[in-house]
């Protein structure tokens, strides 16, 4: 199975920038499809963007959407996800994930983390007003 590590998380005020990495081992990532999900204190676990293991197919919250870029460097195990314009509603703990189900192999994006089979620890992400 595939162990993700995420890091790149931090303190930045309003309007920044961060871009977080979940690096993967154990396994061949090119064929799993990974999303990133994000916990505001006292809140859900909430779906962030998601890219298929070709890379073919993306998706975004409504929330993150013109502000959030996700993407996948593959010949080196990574998933990013580029966050600009940063707003203090986008503090949260956030999570990578990957799946390879046969689902997952046939270009769908996943959205919901129950369908997700592989969970990093997290990255804190704080935005100062």
């Known amino acids: 199975q595939v162990q993700l590590v995420e890091s790149g998380g931090g303190l930045v005020q309003a309007g920044g920038s961060l871009r977080l990495s979940c690096a993967a081992s154990?396994?061949?990532?090119?064929?799993?499809?990974v999303a990133w999900f994000r916990q505001g204190p006292g809140q859900g676990r909430e779906f962030v963007a998601a890219?298929?293991?070709?890379?073919?197919?993306?998706v975004y919250s409504d929330s993150v959407k013109g502000r959030f870029t996700i993407s996948r460097e593959d010949t080196k195990n990574t998933v990013f996800l580029q966050m600009n314009s940063l707003k203090p509603e986008d503090t949260a703990v956030y999570y990578c994930?990957?799946?390879?189900?046969?689902?997952?192999?046939?270009?769908?994006?996943?959205?919901?983390?129950?369908?997700?089979?592989?969970w990093g620890q997290g990255t804190q992400v704080t935005v100062s007003s």
């Open positions: 994930a990957a799946d390879d189900s046969p689902k997952s192999r046939a270009g769908w994006v996943l959205r919901t983390d129950s369908e997700y089979a592989y």
């Open positions: 154990g396994r061949t990532f090119n064929n799993y499809a």
């Open positions: 890219i298929t293991w070709s890379g073919g197919g993306i």
